[in-house]
């Protein structure tokens, strides 16, 4: 059974950095997608950051050059570093991952088959 288990919100100030971990259990296939989305309050989730089994990465146009996403495969888990974060930003964060490595679909909901239960990120300016 997969279960992927999200960590590391909380709640911060503008300008303010959090780090998200992600660790996955119960997945055994070397091919794989993994992602970041999150869903603000009267807001339909959205795709922040991806990465692939093969290292390419992808990131939303908003939080470009303030998020990366990493992946360490030994521990089995996902990590988001958020820097210079945005009251723009909170929102309850979720981790995902899909069984194929295309990135095509990265911010497409439909294409994940396994999701944590979330982290929630509170930014207060």
């Known amino acids: 059974q997969v279960q992927l288990m999200e960590s590391g919100g909380g709640s911060v100030q503008s300008g303010g950095s959090l780090r998200l971990s992600c660790a996955v259990s119960?997945?055994?296939?070397?091919?794989?997608?993994m992602g970041w989305f999150r869903q603000a309050p009267g807001k339909e989730r959205e795709g922040v950051a991806a990465?692939?089994?093969?290292?390419?990465?992808a990131y939303a146009n908003s939080v470009k050059g303030r998020f990366t996403i990493s992946q360490d495969n030994t521990k089995k888990t996902l990590y988001l570093q958020m820097n210079s974060l945005k009251p723009e930003d909170t929102g309850m964060y979720y981790c995902?991952?899909?069984?194929?490595?295309?990135?095509?679909?990265?911010?497409?909901?439909?294409?994940?088959?396994?999701w944590g239960q979330g982290t929630q990120v509170t930014v207060s300016s």
């Open positions: 990465i692939n089994s093969y290292g390419r990465s």
């Open positions: 995902a991952v899909a069984t194929a490595p295309c990135m095509t679909a990265a911010f497409t909901e439909s294409w994940y088959n396994y």
């Open positions: 119960g997945y055994t296939y070397s091919r794989y997608s």
